[in-house]
């Protein structure tokens, strides 16, 4: 059985997240924190377009993310309000495998090894260059002074995760670096 997000949006948060996604007037140049205050605001909504396996219910939906990264440091200002009905906390990713406990891993540099979460319902997420080649999920990204997405449809697949058809419409889909349109 498969927990779907969707049925728990409110009308307004999809509105404003589109907004968001698509907000043509504001340039990042004029506020330096904006461009990490936005992908906070992602990152706090993009569970509601997410669909998990239904063996990874968990009491808490675990953001894990290094806390001296610009994105954390505004992900904690954020009010969180419960994702799934679960209660949000953010910590930092653990160094061992109890990394698979996390609901989404923000990576906020180094070089990401996809194989540790192979098949692990783990949505990886990151602001590095080329991330999603390399077998990340979501990567954010810097386009004529907007924050964008691109996602590694294959990455994600393989984890049993669901990104929603409105999900979908927003990110430009990339493939992993050496794959083929085989």
Not at 28 to 35: G, N, Q, Y
């Amino acid at each position: 059985m498969v927990f779907i997000m969707s049925k728990h949006l409110k009308p307004n948060t999809l509105t404003l997240l589109l907004m968001l996604f698509t907000i043509h007037s504001v340039s990042l140049a004029t506020d330096i924190t904006f461009e990490y205050k936005l992908k906070a605001l992602y990152i706090s909504r993009l569970a509601d377009f997410i669909t998990w396996p239904k063996s990874t219910d968990k009491q808490t939906f675990k953001i894990c993310i290094n806390p001296n990264d610009l994105v954390a440091i505004q992900l904690k200002k954020i009010k969180l309000s419960d994702v799934l009905n679960r209660q949000v906390k953010v910590t930092p990713p653990p160094k061992d495998l109890s990394i698979t406990q996390c609901n989404f891993l923000y990576l906020s540099q180094g070089r990401f090894d996809s194989s540790l979460l192979a098949n692990s319902p783990v949505l990886t997420l990151s602001s590095q260059a080329g991330f999603a080649e390399q077998g990340g999920m979501i990567e954010f990204y810097i386009e004529q002074g907007k924050v964008r997405m691109k996602a590694n449809l294959k990455a994600v697949n393989q984890s049993g995760i669901k990104l929603s058809s409105k999900l979908l419409r927003l990110l430009k889909v990339v493939k992993s670096t050496g794959e083929t349109d085989g």
